[in-house]
């Protein structure tokens, strides 16, 4: 099969090609996993300040210059990045993003009609109500022939506005994976300072979606049956940072307990992953949970909210705990639930199941599967 990812985005920070894949580890990943798992050609074809084209692990990456900065307008056909996918005579295209459906209709336009077009959510979240846009928005997405979520569950309004027009369009694949892998329990403790019996991990943003303040209040109310635990909080920005600070701080029971790290470089959170027995997050919504992915390939236990990518990651919850968001109380009884397991026996619970489901190898089988169910199906209504 040979298949053409679409990058609409439009990266104004970047002057070099190979930087932006060096940053866009995703779009890497994942081209590379189509490769892995037996595409017979991968292409990405994504909008840039200048021409270049790069040859990756056997995957052609061409940028295109279309004349146009930043986001694509509506009425822009993006015609200089259509005619490249064209020019590839691909059997699939895959949108990355599922705000580009302007630019949907017209690349449906431009490639020839037996190729399969899909789009994969990236967590851009249901348009607001607008009745002249919605409809709009309803005609224009209909040129794709399938749509790509980490959950299933995560289609429901875009089915009740009709902007996804047929539940038989919606698809299951884990939006990405993770390169990261386990080290050496007593060199990642060392190394990140990352302790306790058990020792306790938090990794996102400290804002009202992730929902620290829920999360420092249930580690409270766990502490009596949690004598040895710690929590180690790792985060890049968030306005309830404040708001956290103060929590500790008022709390004798959290502040000998809660180490608020900050930002850590990216090379380093292998280890933090590593030294933690437990990662919990109390998010109420995500597009996937690429926090949770790391921490499960690293055998930390999860112990994170009950949303659907995060039960689409935990297989339904068969592996960590899940809790309501939101809940206090839920996340104390969830953490004490999972410190009485034998988390070393858990630990490598989660890495095979993280070979098994998440991988980059899981998903690019995954990927391809789908990708060949939907173009069947476009085969079989011609």
Known sequence: MRIVQVGYEFDERLDDPDA????????????????????????????????????????????VRDGAAGRPRIWSPTAAVHACVAARRPDLVHVNGTDFYPQMWWLRRAIDGQAALVVQ???????????????????????????????AAQA??????????????????????????????DNARAISGVHGRPALLWVGRLNANKDPLTVLDGFERALPD???AALTMVYGEGGEL??????????????DRVRLAGRVPADRMAA?????????????????????????????????????????????????????????LQCSRALVAAARRDLDV????????????????????????????????LRASM
């Open 346 to 377: 858990e630990g490598r619970a989660m890495r095979d199941h993280f070979e098994r489901h998440l991988s980059w190898e899981a998903v690019g089988h995954r990927a391809l599967e789908v990708y060949g169910e939907i173009s069947a199906r």
């Open 156 to 185: 429901g309004q875009w089915l009740d506005r009709g902007l996804v027009a047929d539940r038989r369009r919606v698809f299951e694949v884990l939006e990405a994976s993770t390169s990261l892998r386990p080290m050496d329990r």
């Open 242 to 255: 404040p708001a956290v600070q103060a929590r500790v701080s008022a709390s004798s029971a959290l502040r």
């Open 121 to 151: 959510d990236h967590g851009g979240g249901v348009p607001r109500r607008r009745v002249i846009v919605n409809g709009l928005q309803r005609r224009l997405m209909r040129a794709a022939d399938g749509f790509l979520f980490t959950a």
């Open 226 to 228: 949690l004598d040895g």
């Open 272 to 328: 933090y992953f590593s030294a933690a027995d437990i990662f919990v997050l109390g998010s109420h919504h995500e597009g996937s949970g690429y926090a949770l992915i790391e921490a499960c390939a690293c055998g930390a236990l999860p112990v994170v909210t009950d949303i659907p990518s995060f039960r689409a990651i935990t297989g339904g919850g068969r592996v960590g705990v899940l809790w309501k968001p939101g809940d206090a």
């Open 20 to 63: 932006l894949l060096d940053r866009y580890v995703t779009l890497t990943g994942w081209s590379d996993a189509l490769v892995g798992a037996g595409a017979s050609e991968v292409a990405v074809v994504h909008r840039f300040k200048r021409e270049a084209a790069i040859r990756r692990h056997g995957v052609d990456y061409v940028f």
